[in-house]
């Protein structure tokens, strides 16, 4: 039974496309993430939601919209996809913002933009 | 910029010695500290979290803290093949950001 599930798992797309990546928790936690592993294996926070509110919104082109239709959803749909965004996008979940214990990863998306 | 820094690596260890991964934070300000093993292809799972300074055993594995130092490492004891994979550390800010390593890559030779 996956706690944290992503879809898909791989996704090959043009450059200029629009996509969007699934996330779904069963572990009843109030706080998903969105982050961006590049091949340097550097793990970045892309956003944060908590109970459906966003709390963290880094540095990231506003081609990406994160959305969250409940507190066990939470979407990454990106418009206009570049060379760049290639990666593996990992979505995670704690127990709440101020969870001590680590986090939950999904098992990943495997983004490529040729 | 807050950083946490790990040598890449890989370190190499044969079967049944001890393993030692280091990592450095920059922000003084972090309280809790995290050690996620990372196998090629697969998400990462967490494999001990430190809060204070000093040492916390758990099973082969021992995290180690030294505030002062801004240090934090993790020792593998009778390594086993099965270790072999990319050891990413975090820490945690005082706004409950993570920042994480580029991690080290272990390979524990047979």
């Known amino acids: 039974d996956t706690a944290v599930s992503q879809t898909p798992k791989y996704l090959v797309t043009q450059m200029g496309n629009d996509k969007s990546i699934k996330c779904e928790q069963n572990?009843?936690?109030?706080?998903m993430y969105w982050y961006k592993q590049d091949s340097k294996k550097f793990l970045k926070i892309m956003f944060s939601?908590?109970?459906?509110?966003?709390?963290i919104n880094e540095t990231v082109p506003n081609r990406f919209s994160p959305k969250s239709p409940d507190k066990a959803h939470l979407n990454l749909h990106i418009n206009s996809l570049e060379l760049g965004d290639s990666a593996v996008y990992f979505c995670?979940?704690?127990?709440?913002?101020?969870?001590?214990?680590?986090?939950?990863f999904g098992s990943g998306t495997r983004l490529t933009v040729v | 910029q807050k950083e946490v820094e790990q040598n890449s690596g890989p370190l190499s260890v044969p079967e049944g010695a001890i393993a030692s991964l280091n990592c450095t934070y920059s922000?003084?300000?972090?309280?809790?500290f995290f050690w996620y093993r990372q196998y090629s292809g697969k998400s990462p799972e967490l494999i001990m979290s430190?809060?204070?300074?000093g040492d916390k055993e758990d099973g082969r594995f021992t995290a180690q803290l030294n505030k002062a130092s801004q240090y934090v490492s993790l020792l593998i004891r009778d390594s086993q093949p099965s270790d072999s994979a990319t050891y990413l550390c975090?820490?945690?800010?005082?706004?409950?950001?993570?920042?994480f390593g580029s991690g080290t890559k272990l390979n524990v030779k047979p």
């Open positions: 995670a979940s704690s127990q709440d913002t101020r969870w001590r214990y680590g986090y939950t």
């Open positions: 572990l009843g936690h109030d706080t």
């Open positions: 939601y908590n109970n459906k509110e966003l709390i």
């Open positions: 922000d003084r300000g972090s309280q809790s």
């Open positions: 430190i809060y204070s300074n």
């Open positions: 975090a820490a945690l800010d005082n706004f409950n950001k993570f920042y």
